[in-house]
């Protein structure tokens, strides 16, 4: 829990990745529509991935043998956390 932010925040691609999660917590995406909307390269998505459900920011759900959806995972506290803060900080951004 110490270096969470540190894993968040990992690199800019971990970063664009989770921004998108909080910028749309109720949708599910496939790795395809990750990379087609963060504009990221799909080898790319497929690394940051594991990391981001590891901490429990993100949901992994396997549908079948190839298909895993992912969506932010709501419930979890640490998400919870950094939602608040990316909704305080949004103003800022622009």
């Known amino acids: 829990m110490k270096r969470l932010l540190e894993k968040v925040f990992a690199s800019r691609a971990q970063t ?11 949708e599910f995406f496939n790795l395809s529509r990750i990379a087609k909307e963060t504009g990221l390269a799909h080898s790319t998505i497929h690394r940051v991935m594991q990391p981001l459900v590891d901490m429990g ?11 895993r959806l992912f969506i932010l995972e709501t419930e979890e506290t640490k998400s919870k956390i950094l939602a608040d803060f990316y909704d305080q900080i949004r103003p800022y951004l622009d």
């Open 57 to 67: 920011l993100v949901k992994e759900i396997k549908v079948g043998q190839q298909i």
């Open 16 to 26: 664009r990745v989770v921004q998108h999660f909080l910028d749309r917590p109720k």
